[in-house]
């Protein structure tokens, strides 16, 4: 409970995990209890590691079988001699620790029979108890001690080290073994009668106090529900089912659902099957909180069938509302749309509202202006302070209406964008309520998406400030995420609404509101795709939370999870065909018909402008009309949001390329159109817009023939993405830009742009495209002066210092190598496997005699893993100090430190600078590589190889190979340590 509290309170904690004794561990221990004058822990050797393997080290088990062998007199002490002596043999043959409960209760019922039935009721109470409760639950059994005497047996249990006494009278178990020992003596009926007198004798303790019985009540009901096999009373059921509800309602509110549906399961097993009609407002209670839980907890087959329950028993349709709404976001979170309108259009006709799913633009034209009559001059504090809306109806229809949120969006937006309209006048009409906040913040959707972004963030800051007075914080999470996925991404950097998504997510979390948490942590994943966000690591990112997803239960935010692995995969990873998203995560041809059939229209749009997007890195223009002609069919469904932004860019640019090849001036005048809204958003916010319109219209000036004005252009877009740190555009702008001077006859500006496209794209993970470039462009030697220019880069700023030798150019490691490599190291978990994978790897690849890795562990740096190819040898987990170290150059090891620098060096025995040092000088060391490994900004590890064979071993290659991984290795060594 401390810890839960201290969590609460956002304190850090750290938690340390207690391992078994090891063999040396156990040694000690038996030599310090056992030694004697004439006996050493050598002597004792033997034995303790016999004790070891029946042991394993459990320092329980170890202590009590001591213990039972010197009462079984295997071990004793010989008085005529002074020493210990044991029948190692027979010690051998013993099975003691196989059943340690076995064991265990042997010796508790050699003890006197009324501390046995002390322990008996205190066992049921649980590992903690007071003995006041004890003496009143047993006052009644014939065996039980008198309050005199209660004392003297309890010094018993104390003596035999079974209880620990506490403060106030309180008691503890020294072991939940020695309890559950204690706890199977009891016989069944037995132990069934403690509990319920336990929970009956709490319950008259604390029933007459709200707050206590509220602090108590899981003791309590825990208890009672022990022993209810022994309540036949109906007036006892019902009690016991109403605790049990309360109980429920406390572990629901705390997001324990599993425990709260088996009280709510309780409750209605002790209300029976005639409950509709003996007890009809706890029966409705109990099936709403189970339907809603089986939802929570992703059963939802189960959850379908309590609602059908409770709509066939209730009474009434406002009794039917909530399972109801709880059914409708059962269809929401399995992605069926389609079933969630029709349920709640259903739902709200019988409340006397008949809504079109597919209303026409007249109506909606109409609803608009009224809506903006009612609204008028009203200012926000206007809207605030509109009185209360208390029509229970109408109260019912905007609960149903709410629910439909998220399901009207993505497949009918249209009935959605009509709703915002009807509902605000409603409020307008009839006063604010509960629900008020999250149609106000609806309003600030549609104004976002009619462009009046600024109206648009009113709303949303309206809808904000009314959540307290409304107790509205149930919406929080869904406010917060809207206002950041239709608002913000038009004033701000999508880098701030990266972070903002996961904000919206953890919100989500605390406060239970499980879909709109999948949508924050699935958007700040894949809005990590277009900003400057590492692939790899976003790769590894995506995987490492795809458990986070699985325990929220909605389909619709893992399928988008999977487009966004699989997205990154045909990025890094190169293929057959890169520009179909179809692999290990994602099928796209499924998706795609499973997204028609359901009318999941987001994910149908964000499958196609991905699939857009990859078909520009990969020159796929063959592919471009039918990608943009399906795209465009659902183009409305991304209306306000960044995904219009993205697609319009994607668009424009496939348009360019399928008019230069056509002449069809209709894809050229959609590139026109397209750049008016591109112009309209980039002045609101030039970061994320201005580039991408920049480059469209470079493409538009190289179409026209207008070559001075298409280079400038092209050079805009590249320095704007460059400067707003946009990784995928700027790769993208350098490599049209490249393409354009081919076209003109310009081969050695090409090739230049072309190496700086094949840079960025490397620099950020996107190693399928830079292996495409290379077999594109082979004239260019991409990969060969990428990593020469790089070098080069890296030496003059002193990252790498050579000696008067210069650096050699050895074979390459291929990009597919890298890959590999790099996905051996994320996907190894425990630190000394990773460390041997990193050793086998980085030895084979750079040509390393003889390595180390030097781990940061709060600036003090250890020796963790060493590796010497002679002797095919590697060794980790050493946690050996480096301070005075014979094991490597320490002159060199602390530049490294100091600088965060790598050095390499030829020929180090001659190097000026680093020759004289003992350790080389002593070995004579020739080819030298000392790299650091950067995590965050901060040294995490170093990395140090040598080759004694010949000198120039590590060559610019070489080194480029270990700048390759170096990110990935940093990386995984620090997950490695969580």
């Not at 007198?197 to 707050?211: A, I």
């Not at 942590?521 to 990590?528: A, G, N, R, T, V």
């Amino acid at each position: 409970q401390l810890v839960e509290e201290l969590k609460k309170q956002e304190v850090e904690i750290s938690s340390i995990k207690v391992e078994n004794l090891k063999k040396e561990d156990v040694n000690n221990l038996v030599s310090d209890t056992l030694a004697t004058k004439k006996q050493t822990s050598f002597d004792f050797k033997a034995l303790s590691y016999l004790i070891f393997s029946k042991t394993q080290g459990n320092a329980f088990f170890t202590k009590q079988f001591i213990k039972t062998l010197y009462e079984k007199e295997l071990l004793i002490y010989n008085f005529d001699k002074g020493s210990w002596e044991w029948k190692i043999n027979e010690i051998e043959n013993q099975n003691i620790t196989n059943n340690v409960i076995e064991l265990l209760t042997g010796k508790i019922q050699k003890l006197p029979n009324k501390t046995l039935e002390i322990l008996k009721i205190a066992t049921c109470i649980g590992n903690n108890f007071n003995i006041k409760t004890v003496s009143a639950i047993g006052k009644n059994l014939a065996k039980f001690p008198l309050q005199e005497e209660l004392h003297s047996f309890i010094e018993t249990a104390i003596i035999e080290e079974i209880l620990i006494p506490l403060q106030n009278q309180n008691y503890k178990f020294v072991h939940d073994r020695i309890q559950q020992a204690v706890y199977n003596i009891i016989p069944e009926d037995e132990r069934n009668k403690f509990h319920l007198q336990t929970g009956s004798l709490l319950l008259k303790e604390y029933q007459n106090n709200e707050t206590d019985l509220n602090k108590y009540i899981f003791d309590i009901v825990n208890q009672i529900n022990y022993g209810l096999k022994l309540v036949s009373d109906e007036d006892k059921k019902k009690q016991f089912a109403e605790l049990n509800i309360l109980a429920g309602e406390k572990a629901k509110k705390s997001s324990a659902y599993s425990p709260a549906l088996n009280y709510f399961e309780t409750a209605k097993n002790l209300l029976g099957k005639k409950s509709w009609q003996t007890d009809y407002e706890l029966s409705l209670k109990t099936n709403e909180h189970i339907s809603d839980l089986f939802y929570l907890s992703g059963q939802y087959e189960k959850t379908k069938e309590i609602a059908n329950d409770v709509i066939e028993n209730a009474k009434t349709l406002l009794d039917k509302i909530n399972v109801y709404y709880t059914l409708i976001f059962s269809y929401r979170a399995q992605f069926k749309n389609i079933d969630a309108v029709e349920t709640g259009l259903d739902v709200i006709s019988q409340l006397g509202n008949k809504s079109d799913k597919h209303p026409g633009k007249i109506r909606f034209i109409l609803e608009f202006i009224r809506t903006r009559l009612a609204i008028g001059k009203k200012s926000s504090s206007d809207l605030a302070n509109l009185p209360v809306m208390t029509d229970k109806y109408k109260l019912a229809e905007f609960k149903i209406t709410e629910s439909l949120g998220s399901a009207t969006y993505n497949s009918y937006p249209k009935l959605y964008l009509l709703g915002i309209l009807i509902y605000n006048r409603i409020i307008i009409n009839n006063g604010n309520s509960f629900y008020s906040p999250i149609f106000y913040s609806a309003y600030g959707i549609l104004s976002a998406i009619m462009n009046k972004v600024d109206k648009g963030i009113e709303f949303f800051e309206l809808a904000q400030k009314i959540i307290p007075k409304y107790k509205a914080e149930h919406y929080s999470a869904r406010i917060h995420f809207s206002f950041n996925f239709f608002a913000l991404v038009w004033k701000k950097k999508i880098h701030e609404v990266v972070s903002k998504m996961y904000e919206s997510y953890k919100l989500g979390i605390e406060i239970g509101d499980l879909e709109f948490a999948a949508y924050g942590l699935m958007k700040y994943l894949h809005y990590s795709f277009y900003d400057n966000t590492n692939l790899l690591q976003l790769q590894q990112k995506a995987k490492e939370n795809v458990i986070a997803f699985e325990k929220l239960n909605q389909d619709f935010a893992f399928n988008f999870l999977n487009l966004t692995r699989q997205l990154c995969e045909n990025t890094i990873s190169p293929k057959d065909k890169p520009t179909v998203l179809t692999g290990e995560f994602f099928d796209e041809k499924i998706e795609l018909e499973k997204s028609i059939e359901s009318k999941n229209n987001h994910l149908y749009v964000t499958i196609l402008a991905s699939k857009l997007n990859l078909q520009l890195f990969f020159s796929d223009f063959n592919n471009l009309k039918n990608t943009i002609s399906n795209l465009e069919k659902q183009q409305e469904s991304a209306r306000g949001n960044y995904r219009l932004a993205l697609s319009n860019f994607y668009i424009s640019l496939a348009s360019i390329q399928i008019y230069a090849r056509e002449k069809d001036k209709k894809n050229l005048k959609k590139a026109l159109k397209n750049q008016k809204k591109m112009r309209f958003w980039a002045k609101n916010c030039s970061a994320n817009y201005q580039h991408k319109y920049d480059l469209v219209q470079a493409e538009i000036m190289r179409v026209k023939g207008r070559l001075n004005n298409a280079r400038d252009l092209y050079d805009k877009a590249i320095f704007a993405a460059k400067k707003e740190k946009f990784s995928g555009d700027e790769a993208m702008s350098w490599q049209f830009a490249s393409r354009f001077y081919l076209e003109t006859g310009k081969e050695q500006l090409a090739e230049i742009y072309m190496q700086n496209a094949y840079a960025c794209y490397h620099n950020w993970g996107a190693l399928a495209v830079c292996s495409y470039l290379e077999q594109e462009y082979p004239q260019f030697s991409l990969q060969k002066k990428q990593q020469t220019s790089q070098l080069e880069s890296i030496s003059s700023s002193s990252t790498i210092i050579s000696s008067s030798t210069t650096l050699t150019t050895g074979n390459a490691l291929d990009i597919g190598s890298v890959i590999k490599a790099s996905q051996a190291f994320s996907g190894e978990v425990k630190f000394d496997k990773l460390l041997k994978s990193i050793m086998e790897i980085v030895m084979e690849n750079a040509g390393a005699e003889y390595g180390l890795i030097i781990q940061n562990d709060e600036e003090k740096y250890h020796i963790e893993a060493e590796s010497r190819l002679k002797e095919n040898k590697i060794t980790v987990l050493q946690n050996e100090s480096i301070i005075n170290s014979d094991k490597l150059p320490q002159n060199i090891i602390k530049y490294v430190i100091r600088t965060q620098k790598a050095i390499a060096l030829d020929n180090a025995i001659k190097d000026e600078t680093y020759g004289k040092d003992d350790y080389i000088s002593k070995n004579k060391i020739k080819s030298l590589l000392c790299y650091p490994l950067m995590y965050k900004n901060r040294l995490s590890a170093i990395l140090y190889l040598e080759n004694n064979v010949s000198t120039g071993t590590f060559t610019i290659d070489r080194v480029e190979t270990i700048n390759m991984l170096s990110s990935q290795i940093a990386i995984s060594i620090e997950n490695a340590l969580l």
